[in-house]
Each structure stands twice: as C-alpha cells, then as structure tokens.
C-alpha cells in the first residue's frame, strides 16, 4: 500500500508540470534567471535577461553551465529538435513544462537514495518516501527550476553511499545495543522493590553506530570515487553545497577509527585518496567546460596538444573560470549582498525551517526535549556516549543550517536539501498507526504550502507574460508598435516567456542609433521592458512620463507608442485617480496572484474614479476576493481633452 500511495505522489508532481497553470506559482527570481533565461537565449536564440551572475564582471560568473546544460538544456534541445519536426510547437507553456519535467525527473534523484538509505537501516522505506513526496517542498519547488533541487539528489546520494558502506555494521550494532535494553529490562524487573520509574529513552539513542575498526569493504575505493564526483559537481553546481556535506564525508572518512595509531592515520590517509580521482576528474571538467562557456578559454587549445603544452603557463591559469572561487569572492563582501537583503542568522532557524518543515521540526524539538532528559541519567552513559545513526542524521540536519546562518542573506530554498535527514528520522512519527497515510495535520500542512507557494505566490506573473507575447505578435494593421511594458511591485519578468527574437529593447534605447538599424527595415513590433522592481510610485510616474516623452524615448516614424504598466492589485488605488497627462486604463486581470511585499486589503472600500465599473463597492464577495488577488494591467492613455479645449 505504501509504494501506491508514493506513486500517486509521484505522478501528481509530474501531473504538476503538465498543468503549469494549476501550480503557476512564482516561488522566485532564480527558478528563471539562473536557469532557464540564459538557456533559452543560448539555444532558442530568444531575447532575455543574462543577470550578473552569469556576466564576466568582476568578480567573474558564478553560475556553473554543467547541471543547467545536463537538466533545462536537454530538455529546450529535445522542445527545439519536436518543433523543427513538427511535432510540437515553441509557447509559452512548453517552456515551462519541458524545463520543469526534466527538474522533476531530477528530483527522482532524492527518492531513490532516501529508499536504499532507509532500507539499509531497516526503517519503513515506504514511510519515508510518503513523507518525502507529500511534503509541499517537494511538490512545489523540486517542481520548479532551482538549483536546489539537483543540491538536495546529490546531498541524498551522498548520505545514500556513506550508510550503504556501513551497512553491515549499522545493523549489528543496533542488535547488540537492543539486546542490552532487553537485558537492562529483565534485571530491573527481578529487582521487586527497587523498582523505580526509568526515564523514556529519545529516539536519538536508537539506533547506534560502531566505534570498533571495520575491515575495509571491496567496494570501499568505487565509494570513495563516486563521493567525490558527488561533492566537487555539487559544489560546482551550489557552491554551498559543502554546508550539507561535511559530516557525512566526514564519517565516512573516520566513522570507523577508534584509535590515533598508525593503523588508523593509514585508514583516513587510504579514504582520503580514494575520493581524490574522482573530485580532481571533476574539478578538471567543469573548470574547462565552464572556461569554454565563459570565453576564457579557447576551445581550440584542447584540440591541439602542441598547443596546450605551450600555453601551459601562469597566463592559463588566470585565465580559466572556477565559478565556486567567484561565489565565494562575491558573497563574503555584506556589500554585494545588500541588495539581495540582510536577514539576522537565525533566520533558518526560526524562520525558514518552520516554514518548509514545520511539523518535522516540532518532531525535532520533541526529540531534542527528550534527549535532553536523558542526558543526566548515568545508566544511559554508555549509550549517550555512542555515535548512532540518529545522531548523525541530527547532525546532518543541524551542521548545514548552522553554517549557513552564517551568510547574512537567508532564503527558505537554501535549506531545502536537510529534508533527507529529517524524512530519515521523523517519517514514521507523522503517518498514522499502521496505515500508509500521512497524519491529517501533516497533509494540511503541506497542502497550505502547496497553494499558496505552488499557486498563489506572484501566480498572475508567468500567465500575464503569455498574455504581453500575444499583444506584441499582434498583427501590424498600419504601423508597427513601439511597445512598453512596465512592471510595477513584481517579480523579474521573465523575457524568455515573451519568446521573440531581436525585438526586445533596453529602456531608453534610440531606434535610430546605428546599433538597431536592423530592426527598422523588418517594421517588426519592438518591445521594452522596464523592470521597476519595488519603486515607489513616484518613480514610476516618472518612468511613464520619460515614456511618453519624445526627447527622453525616441521612437522614429513610422512607429508608435503603447505603454502597460502591469502591478498587483493591492496598488489599485494609485491606478484609480484621473491625472492631467494621462490615465490607467484596466484591460486585463490574472487571478490567483499574491505578492507578500504588497498584500491585499481585505475590506477595500474606495470608490475607483478612473473606471467606477471597477470599485470595489459595487461587486458582490465573491468577485471581490477573486479581484483582490490579481495581477492588473493596465494600459496608459494620455489624456487630449486639454488639447481640443486649447484649439477651441
């Protein structure tokens, strides 16, 4: 019954990216810009927004072009290769799906490890794969296009090998450690008289872990290569990926070393070397391919090995990308993280964590009240002071949280790899008593998760994007259009969505400058988008009047102007005035759209005087809640009253 209840999950999450509309939810910048914007540009040749991250300014790209190649490429090259066949063609939706499908299949990833994890430590793997599935970090973001996802299968890949390799051991010692609990129980029970009530025992004393030396599996030295292909690509991929880790690497490093002799050094010495391979091979690849993507490497050198020789010099290698060395260099500067945002360390903590994984956290401190219970009681000294497998899934947990509390800037999506160890010690504490079904308040949870972060979240964002590609493809019945979109208390606009080519401007760009003389013969619609971000609405009164001004935005005949602002509806009121130059006229609406910068106010009153139809008091609860929860937009259109009034 457990395997059918996680394959229902299963296909629900793929179901998810069939119907990108029902779970639209636009979680964050980064599921477009580290990912899919660039790659559409480089494949489709679609016109788009290249970030900082993956620019040659100092202190150099960040972004490893290997996992995003590996996952959203090949699925944009196998959308590319179905549309030149025919087969299917290039919208807005299968630019989401496909991406979206291949994270998915990613995200398998993590399914698999967490079942050979559990089963290798005789937990209920089905259990742990419900958990897994249902929760709502799963079915909301490993649906979508974060690096994260690919962070979290190979954190889960790497936990998978480092407790495969003490398989044998785990098992043993939990025996031998039940049994003395047996044993522990009977004598107590023969002592009639000095019986006395025994403190619970947490669950992080369960399940215990050796300290005696072990002889070394066959398969010890394919562990050690394939762990560090695991870490070095990961790292590549998240360079935080080093956070999450360390203990695991750690224990399989010494797990089994008791002592400091020279039989011991040897061991560590011998697994250390064994991870060597298969981190410098890796290492090795990524600096090249990401030195080829970047330009600071010349593809040709590596063709010619006369020529690689002779350019082996210091001039090479302070030419070559390391994208991880670049992270690290841009992130411990507070400077380049202000505008990103400053949260206090505990942020994880108290915050995110909760937040992805709250009923799994309480499990935790549950846990944790319990263990330290039984701290002090000195006939549990011996167990207490062993290293067990929960311990170590406690640590796996805590260690990454703690590290990166570290980095003053703090999103939930960071954490999201530390589900694995907490699926591995609380899953059977969440699901209900001898049933594959997780507990109520854990489904209502996620559920919550689901359409607010799945659904809601600047839901209006991506459908509205489809919506601007269909104004700019009209058809051109007299002149071709100037086009202005600007979007106001939004996300990025992600440009790929718009899929055009050629034909996205920068703000203030002069169609008559030699650059873009090009474009003038075709008399093709040309669009610009200005991204106001979280501007005050002075500055996007300016924005427009720059717009709508011929010194500021030149655009030469034959084209004309059409400018839309697009903003939630929570800022209606700034829309609803009528002004001297111009006013906002509401055409459009995408529900389902919530922005938690700009929340909607419940009980709106105000009358609306640019469009009275429109006011708030005039529509029934229904049409209220439905339109206070949606993305406007609207078009500008100046006023010219003045103008006849003048002539007259």
Known sequence: MGAKVWLCLVILRFMVCFYPGQMKGYIHPDQFFQTVEPLAGDIFGFDHLRTWDWNATSPGPIRNILFPYASVGASFFALKQLSTSGYIDI?????????????????????????????????????????????????????????????CALFALVLML????????????????????SNTKSDNNRHVGKKRKTKPKSSIEKQAVPHAATSSSPNEALVGFCLGFIVILGSFCRPTFPAFFIIPISFWITGSVTSGDIKAVWEIFKRVAYIVPGAFMTFVVCIVMDSIYYGTLDAAILNNPTLLVQNLNLDLLHNITITPLNFIKYNIQNSNLSPHGIHPRITHFLVNVPMLFLPLFVCFLKDAVSFYKTWHDRSLANEISLITSHKLFVLMFLTPIMLLSLIPHQEPRYILPVIVPLVLLYSDSLMKPLSSIPKMYWILFNLIGCIIFGHFHQGGLVPCMEYLHKVATRP???????????????YMPPQHLLHLQDQILPPFANLSMEKYQHILPKQENVVTIHDLMGSDQLTMFDRVDKILSDTKTVTPKPYQKEIYVISPASLDTIFCRLNVKYNFKLINQFTHHLSMEDPPEWFPSYECVAQPDRSYSRMNFGDTFQTMLSLFVYKVEPVTYLDNVAKS
């Open 91 to 151: 919208s807005g939706y299968t630019l989401q799906a496909f991406p979206r499908l291949a994270m998915t299949a990613a995200s398998l990833i993590a399914d698999i490890a967490v079942y050979k994890t559990a089963k290798s430590l005789d937990l209920n793997p089905w259990n742990c794969l419900t958990i897994l599935a249902s929760s709502y970090a799963t079915l909301a973001f490993h649906t979508r296009t974060f690096t994260n996802v690919f962070e």
């Open 162 to 181: 480092v407790v495969m390799s003490h398989k044998d051991d785990l098992l043993q010692n939990k025996r031998h450690l039940e049994g003395n609990t």
């Open 476 to 490: 051109i019945d007299n002149n071709p259009t100037s086009f202005h979109f600007v979007f106001f208390h939004t």
